[in-house]
């Protein structure tokens, strides 16, 4: 409901919609290309040409993908992920200098293989967490990414140069 909305009406729009939804308890029926737009409603229905998907609360699509995932780099990656897979019960994935562990509430999960690998006298150099997405559910659902497949090369051209501010109408 916010395409091409400034951030300030659109975040207008969106306080407005959110105190209908609080003070009435009415259902609001919405569509959205904007992942982050989907997240403040209670449940959404993935469409794909046309046909529904999937449709459940946004918690529950994320859970469908997967759970968090922790990215770790250390002074020693490869022992440190021999160590980890030994130790702590999870996969470990490892790619280059990363060491990447996917489990449930990655903030505990995260906390804890830093304890293992300090108690195993490993530095660890950085560590980042990240959840599930509603546009990783999509992908997933759907194989690609929210695009206009309908849209000519030379109409989604122009859409991008607009965008950045170097082509008028």
Request: aromatic share 4%; hydrophobic share 40%; net charge neutral.
């Amino acid at each position: 409901p916010t395409v091409g909305l400034d951030p300030q009406t659109r975040r207008s729009v969106w306080e407005h919609v959110l105190r209908l939804r609080e003070r009435t308890g009415l259902t609001i029926f919405m569509t959205t290309h904007y992942m982050e737009e989907a997240e403040y409603c209670d449940r959404i229905a993935i469409i794909d040409h046309g046909q529904i998907v999937a449709l459940d609360t946004p918690a529950a699509l994320k859970r469908m993908v997967g759970q968090d995932l922790v990215r770790l780099t250390t002074s020693e990656p490869e022992r440190a992920a021999a160590m980890l897979e030994q130790h702590t019960g999870h996969a470990v994935r490892r790619e280059g200098d990363a060491i990447y562990v996917e489990g449930e509430n990655g903030q505990a999960l995260a906390a804890n293989l830093i304890r293992q690998l300090t108690l195993a006298d490993i530095d660890v150099l950085g560590v980042n967490v990240t959840a599930p997405t509603l546009e990783d559910v999509f992908v997933h659902l759907t194989g690609r990414v929210i695009r206009d497949e309908s849209a000519s090369a030379k109409d989604r051209m122009g859409s991008r140069l607009r965008s950045r501010g170097r082509l008028r109408r």
